[in-house]
């Protein structure tokens, strides 16, 4: 059973910086796919990036240029750091671990981005 656990989300100022952790009970390398998506106030959830094990990158047109997804394997663990932030960033983010027909998810973790 793999288990995620984000940390790092909190009230920040626009334009501010902040990175999210998501720690994993499972070695990291076993993952297809570690992705981050969020869900704003009244809003779906949706995908904001994704690091593929052969250490590719893809974001949403609404991150991009702005967010970077990296990881750690010694540590087992993996990060999304968000520059520039908006207000629109508002939302709880979830850390996700992608194996083929199956995805594990963290409990979430708030950004609140204040103008």
């Known amino acids: 059973q793999v288990q995620l656990v984000e940390s790092g989300g909190r009230l920040v100022q626009v334009g501010q910086s902040l990175r999210l952790d998501c720690a994993s009970n499972?070695?990291?390398?076993?993952?297809?796919?570690m992705v981050w998506y969020r869900q704003g106030p009244e809003k779906q959830r949706e995908f904001v990036a994704v690091i593929f094990l052969t250490g590719r990158t893809n974001y949403s047109d609404s991150v991009q240029g702005r967010f970077t997804v990296s990881r750690n394997a010694l540590n087992n663990e993996f990060y999304l750091s968000m520059d520039n932030l908006k207000v629109e960033d508002t939302a709880v983010y979830y850390c996700?671990?992608?194996?083929?027909?199956?995805?594990?998810w963290g409990q979430g973790t708030q950004v609140t981005v204040s103008s």
């Open positions: 996700g671990a992608r194996y083929p027909g199956i995805d594990y």
């Open positions: 499972k070695v990291i390398d076993s993952f297809d796919q």
